[in-house]
Structures are given as structure tokens and as C-alpha cells.
């Protein structure tokens, strides 16, 4: 039996206090503009895990390092990183014109006031085709900045926009890693997965549909006139083709930087010497983003080697009696596992035990447990300052010169909140929890 020992909680206390803590402190307290950039999420988190590594002083600090390089090792993490570095690599290449002509291709198809409208069913199709929300943040992002500078609605709530929808088909989609992971973990088949939660996200989306109309479509517009380069949509094309085809993210993104540096050396947009030092410098700017998914993973090995993790899930287990009590208390701990180790897949891996024990207690099907698994995972990845999505969403739109807080995108986040209302509401209504 795995041993308990909550302290070993203490260092995302010390993480939420130093990063949320001080940034509300700056941005409101003491009124600093863009306050929170005073507060580098990178040093958060190295404070956290030298509180960690001060921890457990009966276990050997070389125990520590491998316990910590072992969390490194994680397939998830590895695959996260190549998808940050690709990413970039594809930004730097493509610059901003191509997402300029992307955008002002788009205002000349729909009227400027349903702009916002478009990005999430965009965003919503494509991360449903590919099954990976990170891809799909890469790839919508820097087109809904441009959108909003074009357009002028603002830059928070286009970038929100696109994440919930990245959400939705990351929750939804039977490629998505969480699917997978939520599935094979309760043993149940995806197709009956799938017609259970898709009655929990189709009314969100719908909702969420609805709000963004709401707030964006009685606006008066001016329409947009502006010179593009249809040849230059090429390397975008490409890219969103390939999601809708459900081809690795990867070699999608490989083959929107192949044609990208073909686009811009033949149109003479990019010299060849200019070419790899941008592809370079694509990279480079997502150096936070991985070193922020590197140092939560050490941390998570350490909490989890102290038995913090231990100790919440026998928590959740005390407090949650009854099939709705087991259906919510399931949710809030793959929520909780979300929030410590800002992996949604991860945390479905780590939760998956103890949720099979709670089926068998609770009375819940399989099916049941992998549509709640993946949906609170999914609705807490979306929302944490910190996670993948917020991170490289927030990278993607400095790229393209349009500066945001991870706050300011989270008062934007309409889909992932109410998925949250639908979910509670869902739960409330199934008694037994099939």
C-alpha cells in the first residue's frame, strides 16, 4: 500500500503562493501594469522544487535526482516538448505574414462581426480531426491574433476563444490522448464513451456558441480591406488539412515547415540566410513553455514519490458517498491530479486506479468513469494558468506581437466553464451513475 503523507503537498502551496499569489499582489494590490509578468512562472517553480528537495531529508539527495530525472522520462513530457519545438520552429518559418493573409482571407469570406464566432468551430473541428489540443493551439492561434488586430475585437477573448475550442476536441476527439488513456484505463469501448460525453460538451459548445454572438455579433464593423497572399496560406492550408485528415501532429507540422521555407525563399519573403536563424528563433521562443512542462514533471515525481498523491486520493475516497458522490468526487480528483501535475493525460493515468475502485464501490460503469475521467481533465487543463495550452497559447500570440497575462485569457475561457456547468448538471441528473 502506497504510504500518505499530505505535507508532501506543501510545494504546489508554495508554487500557487509565489505565482498566483504575488501576480494578484502586483496586478491589483499595487497596481503595476502587466503585474504579473514581474512574476516568472520559471522561478515559481524552482522555489517549489527546492521546498520538494528539502522535503523527506531521511531519503538521499541523489534518491531525489532520480526520482525526479524518472518523471522527466515520461513519454507524455517527451512528446509535449518535440510538439513545443516543432511548433515554434513552424511560427519562425512561416512569420507573420502567412497568418496576416489567413486572416484577412477570412474577413473577406464572413463578416468581420462573426470573426470570433468562426475561430471556435474552427478551433473545434480541427482539435476534434486531430485529437491534440497543443497542435491545435499552435496552429488557430496565431490566426486569431491576427483576426483581432484586423478586426479589432480583443486580443484576450480571440486567443480564449481558440482554447476552449482546442478543449473541445481534446476532450471529444478518439485520437486524443486522454480518450485513449481514459478508455483503456477503465476498460470501456471509445464508441460508448463518446455518445455520453458528447451530451455533456454538445450543450457547452452550443452555449458557448451562443455567448461569443452574443458578445461579438450586434457589433458595427467596418469592413476590411487589405492587400494578401494566397500563396502565402499555403503552409496553413497544409497544416489544418493534414489535422482534419488525422495525421500525426508531427508530420503535419513538418510539412507546414517544408512548404513554408519553400513559400518564403521563392517569393523572396525570406533570404536564405534569414531562413534557419528565424527557424531557429521559433524554437528558442518557446524555451519557457518546455521549461516550464520539464520542472512540473520533476516536481510531480517528487510529490509523488512522497506520497502527497497518496494521501489526496484516500482524501476524496472519505468524503464522497453514493453514485452522484462518487461521480463527483471522481471528477474532482482527476481535477485535483490535473492541477498538480498540469497534464491532463497524466492525470488520468494517475487517477485510473483508484477510479476502477471507485466504479466497484459506486456502482458506475466504465463508460461512465471515462467520460467523467476525460471531461474534469480536460475543464481543469483548460482553465490553470500553468498548463500546456494556456502556456503555448499565450507564446504563440507574444510571437505574433500581441502581449497577454494568462488571467486575461482565462476571463475569456467560455467553453471550458461551461462545460463545467454541463457536466455538474449531468451529474446531478444520473442517479446511478450509468
Not at 266 to 271: K, M
Request: net charge neutral; glycine share 10%.
Amino acid at each position: 500500500m502506497e504510504k500518505k503523507n499530505p505535507w508532501a503537498l506543501l510545494p504546489i502551496g508554495v508554487f500557487l503562493v509565489l505565482y498566483l499569489g504575488l501576480g494578484i499582489l502586483f496586478e491589483y494590490g499595487m497596481k503595476i501594469p502587466m503585474g504579473f509578468y514581474n512574476v516568472p512562472i520559471v522561478i515559481a517553480f524552482l522555489a517549489a522544487i527546492l521546498v520538494a528537495c528539502l522535503q523527506n531529508r531521511a531519503l538521499p539527495f541523489e534518491d531525489k535526482l532520480e526520482g525526479m530525472a524518472q518523471g522527466l522520462g515520461d513519454k507524455n513530457i517527451i512528446t509535449m516538448l518535440l510538439i513545443f519545438l516543432t511548433a515554434g520552429a513552424f511560427v519562425g518559418v512561416v512569420g507573420r505574414s502567412s497568418a496576416q493573409s489567413v486572416a484577412y482571407f477570412l474577413l473577406e469570406l464572413i463578416p468581420p462581426r462573426f470573426a470570433v464566432a468562426v475561430l471556435f468551430l474552427v478551433a473545434c473541428f480541427v482539435s476534434t480531426a486531430m485529437g491534440t489540443s497543443v497542435g491545435t493551439i499552435t496552429l488557430i492561434v496565431p490566426i486569431a491574433v491576427e483576426v483581432s488586430q484586423a478586426s479589432g475585437f480583443d486580443g484576450a477573448l480571440c486567443v480564449g476563444t481558440v482554447v476552449g475550442g482546442a478543449m473541445f476536441g481534446d476532450n471529444l476527439s478518439f485520437i486524443s490522448d486522454t480518450t485513449i488513456a481514459a478508455c483503456n484505463g477503465q476498460g470501456c469501448a471509445m464508441k460508448d464513451k463518446f455518445r455520453g460525453n458528447f451530451r455533456i460538451a454538445l450543450p457547452a459548445a452550443l452555449a458557448t456558441l451562443a455567448l461569443i454572438l452574443l458578445l461579438t455579433g450586434g457589433r458595427e464593423t467596418v469592413p476590411i480591406n487589405h492587400e494578401y497572399s494566397l500563396v502565402q496560406i499555403i503552409p496553413y492550408v497544409l497544416v489544418l488539412a493534414g489535422g482534419v485528415a488525422g495525421i500525426n501532429v508531427f508530420v503535419v507540422l513538418i510539412a507546414g515547415i517544408a512548404a513554408g521555407s519553400l513559400i518564403m525563399l521563392l517569393t523572396g519573403q525570406t533570404p536564405p540566410t534569414e531562413l534557419l536563424a528565424n527557424m531557429g528563433a521559433g524554437a528558442a521562443g518557446m524555451f519557457e513553455t518546455s521549461m516550464v512542462a520539464i520542472l512540473v514533471a520533476a516536481l510531480c515525481a517528487l510529490i509523488r514519490v512522497y506520497g502527497g498523491f497518496a494521501a489526496l486520493l484516500s482524501l476524496i475516497r472519505r468524503l464522497f458517498k453514493g453514485p452522484r458522490g462518487g461521480q463527483l468526487g471522481m471528477g474532482l480528483l482527476v481535477g485535483a491530479m490535473d492541477i498538480a501535475t498540469a497534464n491532463n493525460t497524466v492525470a488520468i493515468v494517475m487517477a485510473n486506479p483508484i477510479a476502477r475502485e471507485m466504479c466497484r464501490d459506486y456502482g458506475i460503469t466504465p463508460q461512465r468513469a471515462a467520460c467523467i475521467l476525460d471531461t474534469f481533465s480536460c475543464i481543469f487543463q483548460g482553465i490553470i494558468p500553468y498548463g500546456a495550452q494556456m502556456l503555448l497559447a499565450i507564446s504563440a500570440a507574444s510571437e505574433m506581437g500581441c502581449t497577454l497575462s494568462a488571467f486575461q485569457v482565462m476571463g475569456n475561457l467560455f467553453y471550458p466553464y461551461l462545460l463545467l456547468v454541463t457536466s455538474l448538471i449531468a451529474i446531478a441528473l444520473n442517479k446511478e451513475g450509468k
